[in-house]
């Protein structure tokens, strides 16, 4: 009798069977560098329940195991998705409980990347959770750090001596006896403390100087310092995108980064020039923009989010959004923005006179601006000031020529009418001159009663003049439309020290 195959091997070797060109893209399908979400363009997001997964989710974790289950199973197999499970490196932390707790991936990838260097030259892209710790075995991580440095040409002592040359406030004296291993109870106590995050700094240097090809630096603990790179040898960094959660302190050896994602309150940065993708996802004030963006002359993309945390505020005007300053500081990128996301759906506390500040300037001197996100809080005051331009004539004044796509955003509650005249406005100038925006081909709206309310009267007005207008939801890493109390708005960030008037709808 025919002996039976166990079906475990079945399910591979059928898939082996399959032409190259097919079976790559499955491979790469379980990939999030191949996949390319860290490149999809804000706000095309999902709401992420986990906020330890902002602003990029997480690949599912049963696709990995499935994938990781196939590899253990063939090692045919294996040897052709090895190469795809290297590309993105993510170091989470090891239970979603509140409760500190640690593994040894770090340790171990470091190790692999030590002994496979061609694996160390697939990696693309590095996510280090937050919370990530590492179990604190000393003797163990000083033998892995060795080994590293080692493989850079150095030991560990050597290392401490070129870093001592530099800055002397940057030098950890508590992590001497470490380097030399002078490792007593005492030293342990002190190098393990803070849950292992001393250690995983350590273990994240030697990672980054033996990655040669990493592109994307996704990093919320702690960064090293540059002086302790290049106690290694490290003179610069092959970044080419970098998401910041709360440090720095790499950017000025990162000189060819093209895209930048914030995600915390990052207190100053030097953003190199190369910057052309910008995407700020928390809350920011302009001073933060004049100062960490102000060489960037030729950002191609820009979003930014205002954040929907906040506890509480002393000076309710550095909490203020003031778009228009955030637009005439982006006047250096007139002639190259194409594309420009300033959701400000949450709004910041504060009196009126600061709210009155967020209105939206011209955008006609951005020659080549093709898609644009804004919110109608932006556009029509939602307080009585006063205005220059007619209110039915706000978007006819402000946007470019070049515009191809619109996107508005409602904060929620009721529709004021002056949204509504607002887009009948530019429907009924674009009638009489359709050379105004030839390239507009499509109006996306979050607000049903706009896209389909009064017998679909605005949606027709736009149809007329060959323009789409579409209902369209832009839910957030840290929003969504199934949020709110009451159906659709969303919350208004305030403190008890605030003025607690309502703003007019």
């Not at 979603?96 to 990347?113: E, F, G, R, V, Y």
């Not at 759906?345 to 209105?359: D, E, N, S």
């Not at 369209?472 to 008890?496: A, I, N, T, V």
Request: glycine share 4%; charged share 25%; proline share 6%.
């Amino acid at each position: 009798m025919a002996q039976i195959q166990p079906q475990a091997h079945t399910i591979p070797t059928g898939l082996l069977g399959l032409p190259l060109e097919l079976l790559l893209p499955i491979i790469q399908s379980f990939c999030f560098h191949c996949r390319g979400e860290p490149d999809a363009p804000y706000p095309e997001a999902q709401y992420v329940q986990d906020k330890r997964q902002w602003p990029h989710a997480s690949p599912d974790p049963e696709d990995r195991k499935t994938l990781l289950s196939l590899c253990l199973v063939s090692k045919e197999f294996r040897a052709l998705a090895q190469h795809v499970m290297y590309h993105d490196i993510r170091l989470e932390r090891a239970n979603n409980s509140l409760s500190p707790s640690a593994d040894w991936k770090l340790p171990t990838l470091l190790q692999t990347i030590i002994s496979r260097p061609d694996l160390a030259r697939l990696v693309k892209s590095l996510r280090v959770n937050m919370y990530y710790t590492v179990e604190p075995r000393i003797d163990d991580i000083w033998d892995v750090c060795e080994q590293a440095a080692g493989t850079l040409g150095l030991t560990l002592p050597g290392v401490w001596h070129r870093w001592a040359k530099g800055p002397w406030e940057d030098l950890p004296i508590h992590m001497e006896e470490f380097f030399f291993r002078n490792i007593n109870d005492a030293v342990r106590a002190d190098v393990g403390g803070e849950e292992g995050r001393f250690m995983v700094r350590e273990l994240l240097k030697m990672l980054l100087a033996l990655l040669p090809n990493l592109e994307h630096a996704n990093i919320e603990p702690e960064l090293p310092s540059p002086a302790a790179m290049r106690a290694l040898g490290i003179e610069s960094l092959p970044w080419k995108e970098v998401t910041l959660w709360e440090s720095s302190r790499l950017m000025e050896m990162a000189t060819n980064v093209e895209t930048l994602t914030v995600t915390s309150a990052v207190y100053r940065c030097p953003i190199p020039a190369s910057v052309k993708t910008v995407r700020i996802h928390c809350q920011q004030t302009t001073q933060w923009f004049t100062e960490c963006l102000q060489n960037c002359t030729g950002i191609t993309s820009f979003s930014y989010q205002t954040s929907s945390e906040y506890s509480f505020c002393l000076n309710t005007s550095y909490f203020t959004t003031d778009v228009g300053e955030i637009i005439r500081f982006l006047h250096g990128c007139r002639t190259t923005l194409k594309s420009l996301y300033l959701d400000i759906r949450h709004r910041c506390c504060g009196p009126t006179y600061l709210k009155a500040r967020i209105l939206v300037s011209s955008l006609k001197v951005y020659t080549v601006l093709e898609d644009l996100l804004l919110c109608f809080n932006s556009l029509w005051p939602t307080i009585r000031i006063p205005r220059e331009l007619p209110s039915d004539q706000v978007l006819v004044d402000i946007l470019p020529s070049s515009i191809a796509r619109l996107s508005l955003l409602h904060r929620g509650g009721r529709i004021n009418e002056r949204f509504k005249k607002g887009l009948l406005g530019l429907a009924n100038s674009i009638k009489s001159n359709k050379a105004q925006f030839p390239n507009l081909r499509c109006i996306r709206c979050d607000a049903r009663e706009i896209c389909e309310g009064d017998d679909g009267a605005i949606s027709k007005a736009f149809e007329e003049v060959g323009i789409d207008l579409v209902y369209k939801e832009f839910p957030r890493y840290d929003w969504s439309y199934e949020m709110s109390s009451d159906g659709d708005r969303l919350p208004r960030l305030k403190c008890r020290r605030c003025d607690d008037d309502e703003d007019e709808d």
